[in-house]
């Protein structure tokens, strides 16, 4: 478990004072698979370097598995740093080592004698897939087997806690896949607490359970992965969890609003969670004197439940229309209608509020 | 050429000499303050404003007095220290002075160039300031460390040039003393050759070594 209580953190750049850090509060629990997202300079590489004490916070506490690091003599925290794995997005691994000395090196560090430390490095490097090449140097692997090797390394003394600091940022998509498959091994099959930080939605998409949002030194909104992708408050969550959930309405979707007439009206529907696998489109259409098309849709899978947004033209009277709405509505999922905006900016549009019917 | 042949090669024995002698420790100190230089610097390992401070501006100054100075400013310590201000073994004491803070800052660009993150993994893994330096900065910038060292070991046979001038021999004397003083052209492109085969076969080794120890074919 991580605790942050009040933790600030402060640079001094030149005259001024930069505050990198702006009294965080935030637990991230045992077995959590837990997501900092921010732009860059929001803090969170701080953030996640107070946690080993790369970086000391200049006021407030980190509480790492009930111990509070700072407190500890320099020998009890080296101890305490075996607990703690670390990944790089530039993996940082040692080019004059191989595959094999660099996974043994923390071991060496903490005086294990070379004779007792093949069997640890041996295990990780099997649980990475990396067992073939062993004797390799780092400048003859991919990025991905690279950061495999920074897994292992982080592994190799069996700590509690991971943390990965943008560990697919320099990797390409199939690559961060592959990563963030063997993180959630990671998570799932030894136990460990994984904090990461990124500027990737798909990450937290991915692989998180929790996810906190940072800007500016502060974490403005928290909570768990679902929710906030479905509910996000801040601006700027929505336009991360829209850079994974395109929610916004296409193009094509405004020109059919042009010729809107009283029989057609065009809603926006938001699945999440179990509702999405129900055939609801084909049920309105049955159900009611309404037909259904679909304008444009998006399904993602948020740990493991899908989470979706569908945008639908109803066809029928006011009245069956009426009703469809509130049978999908009764549904559990969100529905707003897409309407045209009265404004001299004549080509923007929004949606109606929430859960409203427009008559 | 008016010089034998027993002059020349007791010459070139003499540059190697120089050479070797002060290279071993020159280097030894060169490598204790450039990795005091690296480490003591401001957000460095062992950040030390005070050993910096004091380091730094000694070594600016050993590198910027021009070594023919450096050799006879110095005679009363080389007295001190080895009993005598002429002759072969006087001239290694200024050539160790003068090529250590040479080296010491070839070593300090060799030791900055190693990736910040490296040292931040270190630390994420516990590792203390020593073995920072020896497990990690010190194995990052091997290959780089045997360049300046080769650099050194040219500059060096420079240097030692210029030891005849406290009757330290060597080729540098041998072509001042016979080929120039003498107008004897022949033993001054004797020893120019000489000096060009010497620096061209150093320079190979290093190069070769480092590629080695890079893994480049």
Known sequence: MIEFIETTKEFQVGTSTVTALNHINLTIQKGDIFGVIGFSGAGKSTLIRTVNLLEEPSSGQVIVNGKELTTLTKSQFREEKKNIGMIFQHFNLLHSKNVFENVAMPLIISGVKKTNLRDQVNEVLAFVGLTDKANRYIDELSGGQKQRVGIARALVTKPTILLCDEATSALDPQTTKSILTLLKKINREYGITILLITHEMEVIRDICNRVAVMENGRIIETGNVLEIFSTPREETTKSFVQSVVRDEIPPSVYEQLKSMNDTKKIYSLKFIGVDVGQPIVSQVAKKFAVDVNVLFGNITELQGIPFGHLIVELVGSDKDIQKAFLFIQAKNIQIEEVVARESEHTNHYRRGSRYAVHG | ?217
Request: glycine residues 10%; hydrophobic residues 55%; aromatic residues 6%.
């Open chain 2, 1 to 217: 050429m008016k010089v034998s042949t027993q002059i020349i090669i007791d010459a070139v024995l003499d540059t190697l000499y120089m050479v070797s002698i002060s290279l071993f420790f020159g280097a030894i100190l060169g490598f204790i303050l450039g990795v005091i230089l690296v480490v003591t610097r401001k957000g460095h390992i062992l950040e030390n404003k005070l050993i910096f401070a004091i380091v730094n501006p000694i070594v600016n100054t050993l590198r910027s007095i021009p070594f023919i100075i450096l050799l006879v400013a110095i005679i009363p310590f080389t007295r001190l220290l080895v009993g005598t201000a002429i002759g072969t073994t006087a001239a290694i004491v200024p050539l160790v002075l003068h090529i250590g803070p040479y080296i010491s800052r070839l070593i300090e660009n060799s030791l900055l160039e190693v990736d910040g993150g490296i040292i931040e993994a270190a630390k994420a893994m516990g590792a203390s300031p020593f073995q920072i330096i020896q497990k990690f900065l010190l194995p990052e910038a091997f290959p780089s460390l045997i360049l300046s060292v080769t650099t050194a070991t040219i500059g060096l046979i420079g240097a030692t040039a210029m030891a005849g001038a406290v009757g330290g021999g060597g080729l540098g004397d041998v072509a001042i003393t016979y080929g120039y003083q003498r107008f004897d052209n022949t033993t001054i492109m004797v020893t120019v050759v000489i000096l060009v085969v010497l620096v061209q076969v150093i320079q190979s080794i290093g190069n070769s070594f480092e590629r080695k120890i890079r893994r480049v074919s």
